[in-house]
């Protein structure tokens, strides 16, 4: 493996390295930015981020059973659908993250493929989602770190929700602090997780595969008796959805990579590529792997159960560490990545308190202020939290959302001309038609994730007491609405009194978009444009 920060064919790793940075720093200037965030992250820490954020492991335990009892075996083929729309989607950020390595990825594309008040809300969504998200990947560590405990001896019930608040409420803190003290600390920590995760799961799975093979491949085209529908096939999706997202997660971090114009788009399209080989292998695996398929079905079983019905009680603890392990890096890098988003808009002053947001501390070299606002806002959904699966599917729709915006931006830019100048990733005359392609499954899912149904976006009165809003007439709205329009009623409000008061005159960059932040719109004024 290259040394981090090397170039090929260099020498020396270290002048590589120096050179390197200072040539980064000079183009980020252009930009109109100072070197502040320290770079640290060479292609394979790129990468793993990108991979830790997807985290086939975390996905796949939190949803498995989703997608097992609404489709049977026959679920598994949602994922080659959606890692073929996803990985089109990861084609066209790749090229976007070429030509504007910067923190914040779809805000900052936004900002300059589109206009003031689209770039805005895009982020302002994107911020939420990335939140959203934080929160769903920490309530999902106890439901397996839980497991491991009790069959360690700990007196501990993984089925109760205040537990499983506790564990939660606890890991946020940890990644916090974690975040605080040092990317390179996280960086290392999600390099070595990513690896034992890639070796955990493909273990499992070979082993699975050789020693506990109860079912046939056929088992992939086996519903369990369920009748196959298109409607059921979307509504089997959302494992897939859920796993298959957070590739531009390199682009975020390209402010603390070395050579991000080059770095950040490979890392892209490896990850999207390695959680489909590594998670499709492992799902094959699992449906093998299930002794008696209606049982499975009939009771909901996910990874965890299948296991203990193959493993000794050794084994399956060791299994369930190995996922808990995964599902912490996941929740490490989630966290960086919302951090640099919100990092990233409040340093042009586009979120409230954007001076104390946009501080990096002189010796952590980290955004301290955003750590703690990510914090504290994906802490306000454990007030109501009603179990793993309806935080997941919300995070995931937003997020889709996001996504979505931004290929329209990058669409209408490529319908003006853009890009007029060359990158070191391109898709040249291909650009249009992907674009095309992301934006159409896009919307698909878009629609898929927006279905009033009881099971992907219930109303909360359907959620048998375990979710209450407090208002009767919110209970009775299904929840993605209801979290949607809560955040757009806040951002609408908040543009109109403060945000489009800001001075921000238009001042295209040298290739295209719409605007640059001029010193007077900065939050602080000892970081001037270049």
Not at 13 to 30: M, P, V, W
Not at 206 to 228: A, C, D, E, P
Not at 251 to 270: C, F, G, N
């Amino acid at each position: 493996m290259e040394p981090e920060g090397a170039t090929p064919g260099a020498v020396s790793g270290r002048t590589d390295s120096s050179a390197t940075a200072h040539a980064d720093a000079k183009d980020l200037e252009t930009f109109g930015y100072k070197q502040e965030l320290h770079r640290t992250l060479g292609l394979f820490s790129s990468f793993a981020a990108a991979f830790s954020y997807i985290s086939p492991s975390t996905g796949i335990f939190t949803l498995f059973a989703f997608g097992l009892v609404t489709l049977g075996g026959v679920f598994i083929w949602s994922w080659p659908v959606v890692a073929i729309g996803q990985f089109i989607i990861a084609l066209n950020f790749a090229e976007v993250s070429s030509h504007y390595p910067v923190a914040g990825s779809v805000f900052q594309w936004t900002k300059y493929l589109a206009g003031r008040p689209y770039a805005w809300f895009t982020g302002w969504i994107y911020i939420f989602a990335g939140i959203l998200t934080v929160t769903a990947v920490v309530v999902t560590l106890p439901l397996t770190i839980l497991p491991a405990l009790y069959n360690m001896g700990w007196h501990v019930d993984a089925g109760a929700l205040h537990d499983q608040i506790w564990v939660a409420a606890i890991t946020l803190v940890v990644i916090t602090v974690l975040n605080i003290f040092s990317l390179r600390l996280v960086s290392l920590i999600n390099n070595t997780g990513v690896f034992f995760e890639i070796v955990g799961m493909v273990i499992f799975a070979i082993i699975m595969l050789i020693v506990h093979r109860h079912q046939n491949i056929s088992v992939v085209t086996n519903s369990g008796g369920i009748h196959v529908t298109l409607p059921a096939f979307f509504a089997a999706m959302f494992m897939s959805l859920f796993v298959i997202y957070g590739f531009d997660t390199a682009s975020t971090l390209a402010e603390e990579t070395h050579d991000p114009r080059r770095r950040a788009p490979q890392a892209v399209l490896m990850s999207v590529s390695g959680a489909f080989i590594i998670g499709g292998i492992f799902l094959v695996a699992l449906l093998m792997a299930i002794p008696n398929l209606h049982t499975a079905i009939k009771d909901g079983w996910g990874p965890a159960q299948i296991i203990d019905a193959n493993f000794d009680t050794f084994w399956a603890t060791v299994y369930l560490l190995v996922v808990s392990a995964a599902i912490l890096v996941c929740c490490l890098c989630i966290m960086a990545a919302t951090v640099r988003l919100c990092f990233g808009m409040a340093r042009d002053n586009r979120l409230p308190a954007s001076r104390t947001l946009a501080k990096v501390h002189p010796t952590l070299r980290t955004p301290i202020g955003s750590c703690v606002a990510v914090a504290v806002l994906a802490a306000i959904p454990l007030l109501k939290y009603a179990g793993a699966g309806i935080v997941a599917i919300a995070a995931t729709a937003l997020i889709y959302l996001s996504y979505f915006l931004g290929n329209l931006a990058i669409l209408w830019a490529r319908s003006h001309g853009w890009p007029k100048v060359e990158s070191p990733f391109k898709l040249g005359k291909w650009g249009m038609v992907v674009n095309i392609l992301g934006l159409l499954y896009g919307a698909a899912m878009l629609i898929n994730f927006a279905w009033p149904r009881a099971f992907s976006n219930p109303e909360p009165s359907q959620t048998a007491g375990a979710l209450s809003l407090g208002i009767h007439f919110l209970n009775n709205i299904p929840i993605l609405y209801t979290v949607l329009g809560a955040i757009l009623i806040v951002g609408v409000i908040y543009y109109f009194v403060s945000e489009v008061k800001k001075p921000l005159p238009v001042i295209p960059p040298a290739e295209t978009g719409s605007f640059t932040i001029p010193p007077e719109s900065l939050p602080y004024r000892d970081v001037e444009p270049g």
